[in-house]
C-alpha cells in the first residue's frame, strides 16, 4: 500500500491567472515514486505552465502543490537539488567537452549526497547511459542534433533526481536514439525508483513510457488513467473491416471479437480481407480534446 511519502507530486485545485485570463483551472493529479507521468495536450493547453509551477520557476494564483513534500514557490537549494529538468531545447556551453561539462555540473550536486541517493553520478557512467561513449572529449558545438539531445538528457539527470521533468525529451532524435532513450528511462523509474513527469506531442512515446496519462486541455485536466482505461472509457469501440462479395464493409463495435466469431459462422470462407482496428490512445486523445473544445466553445 501506498504511503503519504511515497506521494512525490501532489496537486490540488492549482490555478493560474494572467491578468484578466485564467490559463489552468483546478489542475488537481498525483504521481507516486517511481511512476511515470505524461502530460499531453494541444499547443496552449496549459502543460508547460503547469511544469514551471512545479519546478518552482513561477508563481500559481491559486491551490496547493507539494513537490516532494515541499511547495515549490519555497524551494531551497537542497530541495532543488532533488530534481532534474530537461528543457525543451538549450545552446550554452558550445566550447565545453561533453565529459567536463557533466563533471563540473555534478560537482554542484556533491555536498547533497545522502546515504541512501549518492550524488552525482560518475560522468563515465553517465556518458555510457545516454549513449555518448564516443563523443565524451568532443565539444559539444560539434555534437549533431540527436547527439545534443542526449546530453540535454544526461543533464537533467547528472544530480540522481528522485523526480525529473522532462519537456518534449525525444524531439530531434532519430528512431534508435528514440527507442535508446525510451530505454534508458525505463530503467530510471524502475531501478532508481525516479518518478518521471513528460510532457510530449508523441502519443506512441506517451503509450509506451506512462504508467499513466493526463490530458489537458484549454487549462482543465480532462482525462487521467492508463492508456487502456482512457481508451475503454472514451474510445470503446473497434472498427471492424472485410470484403464479402467483392464489396468491402467497415463497423464499430464494443465486442470486436464476438462481432468477427458471428460474421464467419454467417458467412464462412467468404468473408476476406478481415482487419480489426483496436481503439488506440491517438483516438482517445483526439476524441477528448475535440469535446473540450466544443464545450468550450458553447460555454
Known amino acids: ?27 488537481t493529479f498525483q504521481a507516486r515514486r517511481g511512476d511515470v507521468v505524461a502530460l499531453l495536450g494541444p499547443n496552449g493547453a496549459g502543460k508547460t505552465t ?11 494564483s491559486a491551490g496547493r502543490v507539494a513537490v516532494l513534500g515541499t511547495d515549490p514557490a519555497h524551494g531551497g537549494e537542497r530541495w532543488r537539488a532533488r ?29 547533497y549526497s545522502t546515504p541512501g541517493i549518492r550524488r552525482p553520478v560518475d560522468p563515465d557512467e553517465l556518458i555510457t547511459a545516454v549513449g555518448l561513449a564516443d563523443q565524451a572529449q568532443q565539444q559539444i558545438r560539434r555534437l549533431s542534433g ?52 513528460l510532457t510530449t506531442h508523441d ?22 488513467g492508463t492508456a487502456e482505461q482512457l481508451a475503454q472509457q472514451i474510445a470503446g469501440q473497434d472498427e471492424v473491416r472485410w470484403t464479402l462479395g467483392g464489396q468491402r464493409f467497415a463497423r464499430s463495435t464494443e465486442q470486436s471479437t464476438r462481432f468477427v466469431f458471428d460474421l464467419f459462422r454467417e458467412h464462412g470462407d467468404s468473408i476476406t480481407d478481415l482487419e480489426v482496428r483496436r481503439s488506440s490512445l491517438e483516438d482517445t486523445y483526439l476524441t477528448l480534446v475535440h469535446q473540450a473544445e466544443l464545450t468550450g466553445a458553447a460555454s
Do not use: C
Not at 13 to 18: D, V
Not at 209 to 223: F, K
Open 50 to 60: 503547469t511544469l514551471e509551477i512545479l519546478e518552482g520557476f513561477r508563481n500559481r
Open 146 to 197: 540527436g547527439q545534443r539531445r542526449r546530453l540535454d538528457v544526461a543533464v537533467g539527470i547528472v544530480g540522481r533526481p528522485e523526480l525529473l521533468f522532462l519537456d518534449e525529451p525525444t524531439a530531434g532524435l532519430d528512431p534508435q536514439a528514440r527507442r535508446e532513450f525510451h530505454d534508458l528511462v525505463a530503467r530510471l523509474a524502475a531501478d532508481n525508483q525516479t518518478t518521471i513527469l
Open 83 to 111: 530534481l532534474g529538468v530537461v528543457l525543451q531545447s538549450w545552446r550554452d556551453h558550445g566550447k565545453w567537452r561533453v565529459r567536463e561539462l557533466l563533471a563540473y555540473l555534478g560537482g554542484y550536486y556533491a555536498r
Open 1 to 27: 500500500m501506498a504511503t503519504h511519502e511515497d506521494v512525490v507530486l501532489d496537486v490540488d485545485g492549482l490555478r493560474m491567472r494572467y491578468g484578466t485570463k485564467d490559463v489552468l483551472h483546478d489542475v
Open 203 to 224: 502519443l506512441d512515446e506517451a503509450q509506451r513510457l506512462a504508467d499513466r496519462i493526463v490530458i489537458i486541455s484549454r487549462g482543465r485536466i480532462i482525462a487521467d
